[in-house]
């Protein structure tokens, strides 16, 4: 935050909770703002955050205390604006240092008319939210009785095709890095991350195409690989997408990540389900079921797949060491993989890089292959 006038304003929560504190970033419409409040447990990326397409419909909770410290700049934006709701801290700095920052997190948000609201609580907001679950609310300078209604009108996440609303419109090209690899991908953009595009260019072109995309539209390209990427909201709501996949399963081989991981698996027959606060965070504990190797993984998702619906259909491959969901499967008799976390993310380890090498051999050889061995103790 700079110095001007200081703002008060309010979150209510759909259940009558009620927090004050100042807002910061662009005025609301109206004087509200409201979404689907979560939280998110990373230490610094909060830009990436932020501009994360997956977020749309929701309102981050960072529950790291001091947020905006290195500022903002224009190559750490996964998307290009912010899909969220709004953004809630503890503190926002009042001054941002950092030899690559080009303005500040506040100037960011005013720029894309985004809200946020600082002086939050936000241990007790977290507490609320692991105890109760993720759940509607709404904030900003309106009055409180105004701010109780708009959080009981929010619909939330749950049946709603929030994939699209970010999806991009038409088909664009994303050239290799290098100009020898051959490969051509094609990237389903149900709400596709910058950063997992710089991993894929580094495999070949990469074709991004809209969620709608059919099945025949996609072998048309003559693909040597499709990417199925993350996204925002329920994918029930995207059975468009699921059609699609499951036409392609057997086709052509298949990678997926977050919301692509959820879409292979009810393209398959598979059964999705809502968790009660989701998993938003850079430290999630993940094991490769084969090897036995702890991956500490980025993440951000609020729906999981039942494995118990796809038995026989496919091998589960990594398992979040949290709450033992799924995070990872191999379909048994297709040339596809996916995984429930970010592999392209960096929060300090770059631990699940691997995958993306994993889909490079799918394509060339039709194998997979294995992570690369760890000496012990690294």
């Known amino acids: 935050?700079?110095?001007?006038?200081?703002?008060?304003?309010?979150?209510?929560?759909?259940?009558?909770?009620?927090?004050?504190?100042?807002?910061?970033?662009?005025?609301?419409?109206?004087?509200?703002?409201?979404?689907?409040?979560?939280?998110?447990?990373?230490?610094?990326?909060?830009?990436?955050?932020?501009?994360?397409?997956?977020?749309?419909?929701?309102?981050?909770?960072?529950?790291?205390?001091?947020?905006?410290?290195?500022?903002?700049?224009?190559?750490?934006f996964e998307s290009v604006k912010p899909f969220c709701r709004g953004v809630i801290v503890r503190e926002m700095t009042r001054r941002h240092s950092n030899h690559r920052a080009q303005d500040s997190l506040d100037a960011m948000l005013r720029r894309f008319g985004i809200s946020g609201i600082a002086g939050i609580d936000t241990r007790r907001l977290t507490r609320l939210l692991r105890d109760t679950g993720a759940m509607s609310g709404a904030f900003g300078t309106a009055d409180e009785a105004t701010l109780r209604a708009a959080a009981a009108a929010e619909p939330g996440t749950d049946g709603v095709d929030l994939v699209g609303q970010v999806t991009t419109d038409q088909r664009y090209t994303v050239p290799a890095l290098d100009t020898a690899a051959r490969r051509k991908i094609v990237a389903y953009d149900f709400g596709i991350k910058t950063t997992i595009l710089r991993h894929l260019s580094a495999l070949g072109t990469v074709e991004v195409v809209p969620a709608s995309t059919t099945a025949a539209q996609v072998l048309a390209l003559a693909p040597d690989g499709v990417f199925l990427s993350n996204g925002p909201g329920d994918p029930a709501m995207a059975a468009y997408a699921v059609q699609a996949i499951g036409e392609l399963v057997g086709q052509v081989p298949i990678f997926g990540i977050c919301l692509g991981h959820q879409l292979l698996s009810r393209a398959l027959g598979g059964e999705t389900y809502k968790l009660p606060f989701g998993h938003h965070?850079?430290?999630?504990?993940?094991?490769?079921?084969?090897?036995?190797?702890?991956?500490?993984?980025?993440?951000?998702?609020?729906?999981?797949?039942?494995?118990?619906?796809?038995?026989?259909?496919?091998?589960?491959?990594?398992?979040?060491?949290?709450?033992?969901?799924?995070?990872?499967?191999?379909?048994?008799?297709?040339?596809a993989f996916s995984v429930q976390y970010h592999p392209e993310a960096g929060p300090g380890p770059h631990d699940s890089r691997y995958l993306f090498q994993m889909f490079?051999?799918?394509?060339?050889?039709?194998?997979?292959?294995?992570?690369?061995?760890?000496k012990a103790g690294v």
């Open 1 to 76: 935050m700079d110095d001007r006038t200081v703002r008060e304003a309010a979150l209510v929560l759909a259940d009558g909770s009620v927090f004050e504190g100042e807002l910061f970033g662009a005025d609301p419409l109206g004087g509200v703002a409201g979404g689907e409040v979560v939280f998110n447990t990373v230490l610094s990326g909060y830009q990436e955050v932020i501009t994360d397409p997956s977020y749309a419909g929701q309102i981050i909770t960072f529950t790291y205390p001091h947020i905006g410290n290195y500022g903002v700049n224009d190559h750490d």
């Open 281 to 335: 965070g850079g430290n999630h504990p993940v094991r490769h079921e084969a090897s036995g190797h702890v991956e500490i993984t980025s993440q951000n998702h609020n729906f999981c797949v039942d494995p118990a619906s796809l038995e026989g259909k496919v091998e589960v491959t990594h398992l979040n060491l949290n709450d033992f969901t799924n995070e990872g499967m191999r379909v048994l008799d297709a040339p």
């Open 360 to 374: 490079s051999s799918l394509m060339d050889t039709g194998l997979m292959g294995q992570p690369p061995s760890r």
